[in-house]
């Protein structure tokens, strides 16, 4: 079985986010599993081409309106596994940034300017010409989030027979980000106007290349069952609810893992010290190496909460007030998104030296030490599809508190620490407090709780054997 793997991030190669950490880790676990699979990505400007050598293949011709329509497809592989990764090379991905367009906050969601909807729909153009032309003729294309959903619509109009047996799996990543394109998009991609999907979506006056995966998708599939189920109603379905329900029954939930040999403490180099579940004392040396490099008063007994994301409205980083810094507890924030996150942070760290430390920038090495040093790991999310920073945190023995919405109530519980229901900043203190509670008066129960998330297996063997059910039944 031949899968084409499409996405808009692929780490360690180029990431933001989520996207790019499942991209570059799935692949790797159905590959395990005897899977033939292919990445292509496009070959942005910020790719380390010492790092990862790329070796130029052919040309193609992309049947698009615009000025260049050549591109260039160039062959590089992920670090020490086996899989092909091809590069899409054009002046449009030349830029250091994967998205680059301003994100506007507008209504409760993202929308992007026309210019990363050219890209990426230019980018769905190249893929099928470069599959084309290296003959490269896949039984399933799985493409990812929006950036890659206009495929599905192109495979639908392609009367041309090389991809007349190929079937799409398409998986929601996040439906905040739809790629919402101006109608303008149907004459830059060669779009037919007459297919009904097309007709029905430019109604609304737009193209929106999340309806378009989720419409013309073979299957359909998302980061957790619960966010799957969430997702059919109109809280969490950005406005898409409807249209999901209407593919309820080919719409799967599957869990994200993460890289247990990445993400290991027993083995990470960017640790002080390195620790096991039967070692846990050992984790206290981390937190005061922590303490020492974000400048925090340096003190084992003290808890430290860690927090490690993208600083955007989907976290829910207002329901930290200034209030926590009168609790009994430290903070180390990293992460960098929307200004006035980042500026919530700057000033709570600002106001309380000794309690907040805010790291506004992008550190691979220091959110290892976070995890690594951090007794709690805290995420309050609005809504989160999968959510990779609790299973970290747990496999590095922090205890998360999330809210329980999407994959952290799939993957936290009273067993493994500590959840709130209500998006309020009451509930967020109270359940900070019933957590400090427990690591302060009760530490037999607080090792239970770690240990407990230690011992959870958040690997991808189990996720990529879904996913290859997936791809099978697309097969059959
Ligand atoms: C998005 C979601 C996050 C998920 C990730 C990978 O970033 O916000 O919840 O874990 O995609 O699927």
Redesign the pocket.
Known sequence: MKILFLSAELAPLAKE???G??AGALPKALADLGVDITIFLPFYGSIDVKKYPAKKICRIKIPINIGRKTATVWQTKLPKINIPVYLIKHNYFKSKLIYTDERIFKKNKYTRGMEDIKRFAFFDSACLEAARALKFKPDVIHANDWHTALITTLLKQKENGFFSQTKVLYTI??LANQGIAEPEIVGFSKLDSDLPIVKADLKNGDINFMVQGILNGDLIST?SKNYAKEITASFYGAGLDKIIKKRRKDLYGIL?GIDTDFFNPETDKYIKQKYSIKSLDKKAENKLALQKRLGLPQNKNIALIGIVSRLVW?KGFELITEEFGKLDCQFAILGTGQPQYEKHFKELAKKYPDKFSAQITFDAELAQQIYAGADIFLMPSRF?????GQMIAMRYGAIPIVRAT??LADTVNNKVGFCFKEFSRAALRRTVKKALNVYYNQPQKWRELQKNGMKKDFSWNKSAKEYLKLYKKLCR
């Open positions: 986010g989520g996207l950490d499942v990543h996040n980061v994200n989907q989160e599809p999968c959510g990779l999407g994959g």
